[in-house]
C-alpha cells in the first residue's frame, strides 16, 4: 500500500520548467531523498529524484519534452523502483500515432485527439506538466493514456512569508488518477508544494509549511468525505427486518436458509435461523436466500486516505491499524466513529521502533528503556489495544515492554526485532505474529538474524521455504511451541506472494481479479514488485509460497490462531488473502470463521462481534453467493451493514472511479 501511496502521489506534483529548483523529499517529518529539476535549454526538462525509505527507495531520472499546449511529445525515465527493481520506460507522440514501452509492455493509441500520457513509472515533477495542460485546456480537463480523464479544480490557497516576500500558493485538487482527488499548490512562477500524512516534495527552505498544507487539505478532504458519508450511508427510519436470508454461523461454519434478523440502530435485536420475525414497523430488505454473514476483518491495515472507503466497499467493517501518525490518525478515529467519514470500526495498534538505518516509519523512536515503556503508556493512555515492535528495537527492551503492555491490558506483537528469534520473541512475552516470513525465519535461526535487511527478511525465506515441511521434527515442535503459547499469526500472505512470487510483467496477483476495474493512475502503479531471484535459484523462489501454505496449513491444523491481514490495498487484497488460505487446504467456512469470529477473539471483542447473535454490533454483509462453496464469491457483496447504517458498494465504487462488476 505504501508503494501504491507513494505512486499516487507521485502522479501529484506540480512545478514551473524554470531554473533548477531543488526540492526534499519526506517520509512523516524525515528528509529522506531529494528531486532536481533541469530546464535545458533545448526544451527538454530534466528530472533527478531519489529517496531511501530503509533498504527500500526510488532512484530515476526522467526526460520529456512537451507540445505547445503542454502534452507531452516525449517521456523517458530510467533507474530503479521502490524494491530497487530496474526501471525503463518511454513514451513518444508523432502525428496522429502515441506508442509507450516499458520493460514489461508495450501499447500504442490513436492520438488525433492529444491525451497526457500517464506513466507506470513517474517523478514526482512529471504531472507538472499535466497541471499546466489542464490550466489550459477547455473546463480544465483532458483525456489520458492509456485511458481516462484527468480534471483540474481550484480549491482554495495560503500565503507563505511577511509583506515584503510574501508568496501565494493555490491549492488545486485533480481527479481522475486514483481513487480520490489529489492536492497541489502552485506559486504564480509554479513553484509546487504537495504533502500527504505520509510522505511530501517541497521546494528546499520550505519543509515548515507541510503542517500548514496538511490542514488546508485536511479540510477540503473532510468536506469531501462527508457529502460522501451523508448521501451514501443510509440510517433506517426505524428497526430493520432482513428477511430470507442464508445465515452463516461463524461458531461452526454452517448455514442457515430461511433465517430472519431483526436490527435495532447498531445492534441485533433478534436472531431467527429457519424462522420469520414478527416486526410491524420495521423496514423489511427482502434477501432472497442471499448470503448474510458478520462483517469481515482486516488484521492487518495501515489507514490513509480512501481506505475507509474500500473497505465499506469490500465488506470490512473491522480494520486493525498497525502503525500510523498520532494525531491524524485519532481524528480519523473519531470521525469514522462519529459518521463523518465512511470507514470500518478500528481496531488501533501503536508502533514503536528504535532508531538506525532501517527504522520504521512511526512517531515512536527510542533509544532507551525508559523511552520504550513511556511509549507504551502513551498509546495505553489513549486507547489504543495493543503494541508493535518493530525490527530496530533492541531484543533486550521486548521482554519490559510486553510486561509493561500486558499490565496496561495491551497485546504484544509486531516484527520480530533483528538479532532474536521468533520462539525468544514469543518467550519474552510476544502473543502475535506480523508477516508469516517470521515462520520461515525462525526456522533458519541463527543463520539468519539481521532481519532489518530485505535480502535477508524476504531473499532468505525465498530460498530456503521448501525446505521446511510440516513432517520435520524441527518444523513440527515450532507449529506446537506456537499452539501451546496461544500465539497468533498474521500472515499477509498476498504480501508475501507480490515481494517473491509476482510477476513483474503483469498486475501484482492479490489485485490481479480486479484491477481492469481501478482508475488508470491506480492501476498503472499495480505492477508486480517481486524481489528477483539470485541467479540459480529460481526454482526455490517459486516454490516458496506452496510451501508456506504447507506451513499455514499445518499450524490450523493444529489449532494455531490466524487472523487474515494484508498490509495491502484497503478493501479488495483480503478478498484474495482469503482465497490463498483456501489453496492451503483450509475449508472456505473455516477460513470465513478467521476473517470474522477468530478475529473478534484474538482483540478480546468477541462478545461485540464476530457473530449474528442477540445484542451484538449489526456489522453484517448480504452476498449474491455462496463463499464457503467458493472463496471468491466474497467479491459479491450486495449491500453492507455498518454502524447503523446501510451501504451499497456499487454507489461507494462509482465515487472512486471503480467500474461496476458487470
Same mark, same amino acid.
Given at each position: 500500500?505504501?508503494?501504491?501511496a507513494?505512486?499516487?502521489?507521485?502522479?501529484?506534483?506540480?512545478?514551473?520548467?524554470?531554473?533548477?529548483?531543488?526540492?526534499? !523529499?519526506?517520509?512523516?517529518d524525515?528528509?529522506?531523498?531529494?528531486?532536481?529539476?533541469?530546464?535545458?535549454a533545448?526544451?527538454?526538462?530534466?528530472?533527478?529524484?531519489?529517496?531511501?525509505?530503509?533498504?527500500?527507495?526510488?532512484?530515476?531520472v526522467?526526460e520529456?519534452?512537451?507540445?505547445?499546449a503542454?502534452?507531452?511529445?516525449?517521456? #523517458?525515465?530510467?533507474?530503479h523502483?521502490?524494491l530497487?527493481?530496474?526501471?525503463?520506460e518511454?513514451?513518444?507522440?508523432?502525428?496522429?500515432?502515441?506508442?509507450?514501452?516499458?520493460?514489461?509492455?508495450?501499447?500504442? $493509441?490513436d492520438?488525433?485527439?492529444?491525451?497526457?500520457?500517464?506513466?507506470e513509472?513517474a517523478?514526482?515533477?512529471?504531472?507538472?506538466a499535466?497541471?499546466?495542460?489542464?490550466?489550459?485546456a477547455?473546463?480544465?480537463r483532458?483525456?489520458?493514456?492509456?485511458?481516462?480523464?484527468?480534471?483540474?479544480?481550484?480549491?482554495?490557497?495560503?500565503?507563505?512569508?511577511? #509583506?515584503?516576500?510574501?508568496?501565494?500558493?493555490?491549492?488545486?485538487?485533480i481527479?481522475?488518477?486514483?481513487?480520490?482527488?489529489?492536492?497541489?499548490?502552485?506559486?504564480?512562477?509554479?513553484?509546487?508544494?504537495?504533502a500527504?500524512s505520509?510522505?511530501?516534495?517541497?521546494?528546499?527552505?520550505?519543509a515548515?509549511?507541510r503542517?500548514?498544507?496538511?490542514?488546508a487539505?485536511?479540510?477540503a478532504?473532510?468536506a469531501?468525505?462527508?457529502?460522501?458519508?451523508?448521501? @451514501?450511508g443510509?440510517?433506517?427510519?426505524?428497526? @430493520?427486518?432482513?428477511?430470507?436470508?442464508?445465515?452463516?454461523d $461463524?461458531?461452526?461454519?454452517?448455514?442457515?436458509?430461511?433465517?430472519?434478523?431483526?436490527i435495532?440502530?447498531e445492534?441485533?435485536?433478534?436472531?431467527?435461523?429457519?424462522?420469520?420475525?414478527?416486526a410491524?414497523?420495521?423496514?423489511?430488505?427482502?434477501?432472497?436466500?442471499? !448470503?448474510?454473514?458478520?462483517?469481515?476483518?482486516?488484521?492487518?491495515?495501515h489507514?490513509?486516505?480512501?481506505?475507509?472507503?474500500?473497505d %465499506?466497499?469490500c465488506?470490512?467493517?473491522?480494520?486493525?491499524?498497525l502503525?500510523?501518525?498520532?494525531?491524524?490518525?485519532?481524528?480519523?478515529?473519531?470521525?469514522?466513529?462519529?459518521?463523518s467519514? %465512511?470507514?470500518?470500526?478500528i481496531?488501533?495498534a501503536?508502533?514503536?521502533?528504535?532508531?538506525?538505518?532501517?527504522?520504521?516509519?512511526?512517531?515512536k523512536?527510542?533509544?532507551?528503556?525508559?523511552?520504550a515503556? $513511556?511509549?507504551?503508556?502513551?498509546?495505553?493512555?489513549?486507547?489504543?489495544?495493543? %503494541?508493535?515492535t518493530?525490527?530496530?528495537?533492541?531484543p533486550?527492551f521486548?521482554a519490559?515492554?510486553?510486561a509493561?503492555?500486558?499490565?496496561?491490558g495491551?497485546r504484544?506483537?509486531?516484527?520480530?526485532?533483528?538479532f532474536?528469534?521468533?520462539?525468544?520473541?514469543v518467550?519474552?512475552?510476544?502473543?502475535?505474529?506480523?508477516? !508469516?516470513n517470521?515462520?520461515?525465519?525462525?526456522?533458519?535461526?541463527?543463520?539468519?538474524?539481521e532481519?532489518?535487511?530485505?535480502?535477508?527478511?524476504?531473499?532468505?525465506?525465498a530460498?530456503?521455504?521448501?525446505?521446511?515441511?510440516?513432517?520435520?521434527?524441527?518444523?513440527?515442535?515450532?507449529?506446537? !511451541?506456537?499452539?501451546?503459547?496461544?500465539?497468533?499469526?498474521d500472515?499477509t500472505l498476498?504480501?508475501?506472494?507480490?515481494?517473491?512470487a509476482?510477476?513483474?510483467?503483469?498486475?501484482?496477483?492479490?489485485?490481479?481479479?480486479?484491477?481492469?476495474r481501478?482508475?488508470?493512475?491506480?492501476?498503472?502503479?499495480?505492477?508486480?514488485?517481486?524481489?528477483?531471484?539470485p541467479?540459480?535459484?529460481e526454482?526455490?523462489?517459486?516454490?516458496?509460497?506452496?510451501?508456506?501454505?504447507?506451513?499455514?496449513?499445518?499450524?490450523?491444523?493444529?489449532?494455531?490462531?490466524?487472523?487474515?491481514?494484508?498490509?495491502?490495498?484497503a478493501?479488495?487484497s483480503?478478498?484474495?488473502?482469503?482465497a490463498?488460505y483456501?489453496r492451503?487446504g483450509?475449508?472456505?467456512?473455516d477460513?470465513?470463521?478467521?476473517?470474522?469470529?477468530?478475529s473478534?477473539?484474538?482483540?478480546?471483542?468477541?462478545?461485540?462481534?464476530?457473530?449474528?447473535?442477540?445484542?451484538?454490533?449489526?456489522?453484517?454483509? &448480504?452476498?449474491?453467493?455462496?463463499?464457503t462453496?467458493?472463496?471468491?464469491d466474497?467479491?459479491?457483496?450486495?449491500?453492507?451493514?455498518?454502524?447503523g447504517? %446501510?451501504?451499497?458498494p456499487?454507489?461507494?465504487e462509482?465515487? &472512486?472511479?471503480?467500474?461496476?462488476?458487470?
Amino acid at each position: 500500500m505504501r508503494r501504491l501511496a507513494l505512486l499516487i502521489l507521485s502522479c501529484c506534483n506540480v512545478a514551473a520548467l524554470a531554473a533548477p529548483r531543488e526540492d526534499i !523529499f519526506l517520509l512523516l517529518d524525515r528528509q529522506v531523498g531529494s528531486q532536481r529539476v533541469t530546464q535545458r535549454a533545448d526544451g527538454k526538462v530534466e528530472v533527478r529524484f531519489s529517496y531511501r525509505d530503509r533498504d527500500h527507495g526510488e532512484d530515476l531520472v526522467a526526460e520529456w519534452t512537451l507540445d505547445a499546449a503542454g502534452i507531452p511529445l516525449r517521456y #523517458a525515465v530510467r533507474g530503479h523502483d521502490y524494491l530497487q527493481a530496474p526501471v525503463r520506460e518511454e513514451f513518444r507522440r508523432d502525428g496522429h500515432k502515441a506508442q509507450w514501452r516499458n520493460l514489461h509492455a508495450s501499447g500504442g $493509441a490513436d492520438a488525433a485527439t492529444p491525451a497526457f500520457y500517464l506513466p507506470e513509472t513517474a517523478t514526482p515533477e512529471y504531472v507538472a506538466a499535466l497541471a499546466r495542460a489542464l490550466l489550459k485546456a477547455p473546463d480544465r480537463r483532458l483525456p489520458l493514456l492509456p485511458d481516462g480523464e484527468a480534471r483540474l479544480q481550484r480549491v482554495g490557497s495560503l500565503v507563505d512569508g511577511d #509583506a515584503k516576500s510574501a508568496t501565494e500558493f493555490v491549492h488545486y485538487r485533480i481527479s481522475g488518477l486514483g481513487f480520490s482527488p489529489q492536492s497541489i499548490w502552485l506559486a504564480a512562477d509554479g513553484t509546487p508544494l504537495m504533502a500527504s500524512s505520509w510522505s511530501s516534495v517541497l521546494p528546499a527552505g520550505r519543509a515548515a509549511l507541510r503542517a500548514r498544507l496538511l490542514q488546508a487539505q485536511n479540510e477540503a478532504e473532510l468536506a469531501w468525505q462527508a457529502e460522501l458519508a451523508q448521501r @451514501l450511508g443510509r440510517r433506517p427510519t426505524g428497526d @430493520l427486518l432482513i428477511r430470507d436470508a442464508r445465515l452463516f454461523d $461463524a461458531r461452526d461454519g454452517r448455514v442457515h436458509p430461511g433465517s430472519s434478523v431483526l436490527i435495532r440502530g447498531e445492534r441485533l435485536l433478534r436472531v431467527a435461523p429457519g424462522a420469520d420475525i414478527d416486526a410491524p414497523g420495521a423496514e423489511v430488505v427482502d434477501a432472497r436466500g442471499r !448470503f448474510l454473514m458478520p462483517g469481515l476483518w482486516d488484521n492487518h491495515q495501515h489507514f490513509d486516505g480512501v481506505d475507509g472507503l474500500l473497505d %465499506i466497499a469490500c465488506g470490512v467493517t473491522t480494520g486493525r491499524d498497525l502503525a500510523n501518525d498520532d494525531d491524524g490518525f485519532l481524528q480519523r478515529v473519531a470521525r469514522f466513529e462519529a459518521g463523518s467519514e %465512511i470507514g470500518p470500526r478500528i481496531v488501533r495498534a501503536g508502533m514503536i521502533d528504535g532508531n538506525g538505518p532501517y527504522a520504521g516509519p512511526t512517531p515512536k523512536h527510542v533509544d532507551t528503556l525508559e523511552q520504550a515503556l $513511556a511509549a507504551v503508556d502513551w498509546y495505553a493512555d489513549r486507547g489504543y489495544s495493543r %503494541i508493535k515492535t518493530y525490527m530496530s528495537l533492541k531484543p533486550e527492551f521486548i521482554a519490559p515492554m510486553a510486561a509493561r503492555a500486558h499490565e496496561r491490558g495491551l497485546r504484544f506483537s509486531g516484527h520480530v526485532p533483528a538479532f532474536m528469534s521468533a520462539e525468544q520473541y514469543v518467550e519474552a512475552g510476544a502473543d502475535e505474529l506480523h508477516h !508469516f516470513n517470521y515462520v520461515v525465519l525462525d526456522l533458519l535461526w541463527p543463520q539468519v538474524q539481521e532481519t532489518t535487511k530485505q535480502s535477508q527478511r524476504f531473499g532468505q525465506v525465498a530460498a530456503h521455504a521448501r525446505e521446511f515441511t510440516p513432517q520435520q521434527p524441527r518444523v513440527a515442535a515450532l507449529i506446537e !511451541f506456537l499452539r501451546r503459547r496461544q500465539v497468533a499469526i498474521d500472515p499477509t500472505l498476498s504480501l508475501l506472494e507480490a515481494r517473491i512470487a509476482g510477476d513483474p510483467r503483469e498486475v501484482t496477483p492479490a489485485l490481479a481479479a480486479v484491477a481492469d476495474r481501478f482508475p488508470v493512475g491506480v492501476r498503472r502503479g499495480l505492477r508486480g514488485t517481486p524481489y528477483p531471484p539470485p541467479p540459480g535459484e529460481e526454482a526455490a523462489y517459486a516454490a516458496a509460497l506452496p510451501a508456506m501454505l504447507q506451513l499455514l496449513h499445518a499450524l490450523h491444523a493444529a489449532g494455531v490462531t490466524i487472523v487474515p491481514g494484508t498490509d495491502m490495498l484497503a478493501g479488495y487484497s483480503l478478498h484474495h488473502e482469503l482465497a490463498l488460505y483456501v489453496r492451503a487446504g483450509i475449508a472456505p467456512a473455516d477460513v470465513l470463521r478467521m476473517a470474522t469470529l477468530e478475529s473478534a477473539r484474538n482483540s478480546g471483542l468477541s462478545h461485540e462481534r464476530g457473530l449474528i447473535s442477540n445484542g451484538l454490533q449489526a456489522d453484517l454483509i &448480504l452476498i449474491d453467493g455462496d463463499p464457503t462453496r467458493d472463496i471468491a464469491d466474497t467479491r459479491r457483496i450486495d449491500l453492507v451493514f455498518s454502524r447503523g447504517r %446501510i451501504y451499497e458498494p456499487t454507489q461507494i465504487e462509482a465515487e &472512486l472511479g471503480v467500474k461496476s462488476r458487470e
